[in-house]
């Protein structure tokens, strides 16, 4: 049973019932080609045109044109060659066609692609024009009116799909007055939530695409205005009367007439003030779950049914991995690459802070959506924030249980480090990233430690923005040097016999190591000490900017694993001598899953996602099996301790896979010879193992 609560309506849509019944029927029954004049042929036709006529009557096609395509992509393709050949034309005839092609801020970037690629394809030399928004996403009317008389084209949107503004198209129509302009409107987002009457208006062309309201992706429409221009994208067999070759997607276009009689008949979808409702509801959650949450979208000029926002501390890399855990699907409001969200053009055209707009969040849903949906989603949305708080990444009245041992911040590229001892709610900073500093900030705050002393590997670099940010949670050393080590601090013997000065934190000792040779540079060990001494096969971990394995090698031995203070190839941690792996060695396909764990019942089964994603997630168990729950930034300590025991196998798995292969060839390199990934990650296996309550590294 799934319990997945998909909340991306805007990018598709699931498939409706009587579309997939509808699709079966034109795949089964009535599989002829339209085209054929027998009566299996005639069949087919029938669906074509009742599909048509149901969708001429819907959206007010009146004397107009309405051709079945492959979607809105290929329909915003066809206007714009439609209206640019006919542009060159008139131009080459000695009219005067204006000089500009306008196109909406926030339109979808298959428009100005479009624009931009038959513009040059057909020589036309026209300016591509952005036609800016307002604060809330509406286009700038007196900015139109200024542009109309030199505008060859307009595009513009019915409703965005990032925001679901709705445009004000009687506004756009009257600043187009007297203009020779072509009108392009995007109606994708519109279908079904708002109400069209295409030959009323001037728009020349409207594209629709089917999978945006419950019919499946490939199958969409193009609208063109009666006496309209019209070049075919594609020619060939002369179907859609000349308008677009090709044997027509008879399964999309019977699935997409079954959602538009649906629409018709008035009997399936809910009315804008039910979905309102539902928004006001997911509103709500939203603000309750996550302190500070603000909408980037004005509600009173948008579809009800998309709530974009964003929530100040908190990446859209974070919130959609938080809510993905919790089987609530949604989008980040902009691309993302694997780490840094890319600011929405949406949002920024809006004049939105590049907080706002690169860790903004799109919820999205559709006309369908019911009571019980919206209940779960609420739910759901509120174990979010609780998994957020308990993870400190938004604050909260009740202090989290505090971890033991090492953190690594920031896997990617530069680290810090951060030594924690939970039982004196103590720790030590080595090597603070200046981008770390909110981060460090409200880890210790939330779990209420104390620094004892933030130190680098270098001279002189960067503290005091921490300290600042940390206010009474910092002990002031009044004596530290540049390095940030206290200059009195007591004083241990090394393996080779040195003295070294030394921070007792818990049961344990962190011992500074210059790295000689005039270097400046400084490593930092940390081990149990011995009666005074902290001999090598004590050091469990080493921290240095470089590696500097003469110095090290005589104070720490080969156990010892070294972690950079750089990490440009998510290492997390190494050895003095590292083994070779193969990824392919580490990788576990998840078909196989069950029955490696029933040759092994000593595997261990070990989560690596963010601890905020680990405490969201719902499915219940893989057969039984809980999981550990070990973040990269912890693989660092568990990894010390794995390769101390008797090693059993160690399967880790992520959301996808990447994660989890990283720390598998990780364990691998440290000489765990029985560290695999889940390949293809939760998103392919199905149901994740329950969680364990967190044990504490040993
Ligand atoms: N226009 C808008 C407003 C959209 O939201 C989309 C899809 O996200 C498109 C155009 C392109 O539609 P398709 O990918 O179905 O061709």
């Known amino acids: 049973m799934t319990t997945e609560i998909y909340l991306d309506s805007n990018a598709t849509s699931v498939v409706l019932p009587a579309a997939i019944a509808a699709a079966t029927d034109a795949m089964g029954q009535r599989y002829g080609n339209p085209s054929s004049t027998h009566a299996t042929g005639l069949k087919a036709k029938s669906i074509l045109d009742q599909t048509r006529a149901c969708a001429v009557r819907l959206l007010g096609v009146g004397d107009g044109r309405l051709m079945f395509n492959s979607g809105a992509t290929e329909g915003i393709h066809t206007a714009v060659l439609s209206a640019l050949v006919s542009l060159r034309e008139r131009r080459a005839a000695g009219e005067a066609i204006g000089s500009l092609l306008v196109y909406g801020a926030t339109e979808h970037k298959a428009v100005p692609e479009s624009l931009a690629h038959w513009n040059r394809l057909l020589g036309l030399n026209l300016t591509l024009h952005k036609l800016p928004v307002d604060h809330d996403g509406a286009h700038s009317l007196p900015a139109l009116r200024e542009v109309a008389p030199q505008a060859a084209m307009v595009c513009t949107m019915a409703a965005n799909n990032e925001t679901g503004v709705i445009s004000d198209l009687d506004g756009i129509a009257a600043a187009l007055e007297g203009s020779k302009a072509l009108w392009l409107v995007d109606c994708v987002q519109a279908l079904g939530k708002l109400k069209l009457d295409l030959s009323s208006t001037r728009i020349d062309y409207a594209p629709f695409s089917g999978h945006k309201l419950y019919a499946p992706k490939g199958v969409g429409m193009l609208y063109v205005r009666a006496g309209a221009p019209f070049t075919p994208l594609i020619t060939g067999g002369g179907q859609e009367g000349g308008l677009r070759s090709g044997t027509e997607n008879m399964a999309g276009i019977a699935a997409l007439g079954a959602v538009l009689s649906a629409l018709e008949r008035g009997d399936t979808f809910r009315g804008t003030a039910e ?94 959506a019911d009571e019980a949906t919206i209940a779960a989603a609420c739910e759901r949305i509120a174990r979010c924030g609780a998994a957020l708080r308990a993870s400190c990444l938004i604050p909260s009245e009740r202090g989290a249980a505090p971890h033991d041992g090492l953190l690594q911040l920031g896997v990617e590229g530069a680290c810090s480090w951060m030594v924690l001892d939970a039982a004196s709610r103590s720790c030590i900073v080595i090597d603070p990233l200046p981008d770390h500093t909110a981060r460090i900030e409200s880890y210790v705050r939330c779990q209420n430690y104390q620094v004892q002393a933030i130190v680098s590997t270098l001279p002189n670099a960067g503290r005091d923005m921490l300290i600042e940010a940390l206010g009474r949670h910092f002990n002031r050393h009044a004596d530290a040097d540049e390095y940030g080590w206290p200059r009195h601090a007591a004083s241990i013997v090394l393996g080779n016999g040195a003295g070294a000065s030394a921070i007792q934190l818990g049961e344990q000792v962190l011992a500074c190591v210059p790295c000689g040779g005039g270097d400046e540079l400084r490593a930092y060990l940390l081990g149990a000490p011995q009666e005074g001494r902290l001999p090598a096969a004590a050091v469990r971990f080493a921290f240095s900017a470089r590696p500097a394995l003469q110095v090290l090698g005589a104070v720490s031995a080969g156990h010892t694993l070294l972690c950079p203070t750089r990490d440009e190839h998510n290492q997390f941690c190494t050895i003095a001598e590292p083994l070779a792996t193969l990824a392919a060695d580490a990788q576990l396909d998840s078909g196989a899953l069950d029955a490696f764990l029933q040759a092994h019942p000593d595997a261990c089964l070990v989560d690596v996602r963010e601890p905020y994603e680990f405490a969201a997630t719902v499915a219940p168990a893989w057969a039984g099996r809980a999981a550990l729950s070990v973040p990269l930034g912890r693989l660092a300590e568990y990894a010390s301790a794995w390769l101390h025991a008797e090693q059993t196998p160690l399967v880790f798995f992520c959301r996808s896979g990447n994660r989890s292969l990283k720390a598998a060839q990780c364990l691998r390199r440290l000489g765990h010879r029985q560290a695999y990934s889940l390949n293809g990650g939760l998103a392919l296996a199905g149901a994740a193992p329950a969680p364990l309550p967190l044990p504490l590294a040993a």
């Not at 000029?301 to 089987?327: H, I, Q, W, Y």
């Open 275 to 368: 979905l309102c409702g539902f928004r006001a509801r997911l509103a709500d959650s939203l603000r309750a779950a996550l302190p500070g949450v603000v909408f980037n979208n004005p509600f009173d000029k948008a579809l009800p049914t998309t709530l974009n926002f964003a929530v100040p501390g908190l990446s859209s890399r974070e919130l959609m991995d938080v809510f993905d855990a919790a089987e609530v699907r949604v989008s980040a409001g902009s691309a993302c690459s694997s780490s840094k969200a890319a600011p929405s053009y949406v949002l920024d055209a809006m004049g939105l802070p590049l907080w706002r707009s690169a860790g903004a969040i799109r919820m999205s849903f559709g006309p369908l």
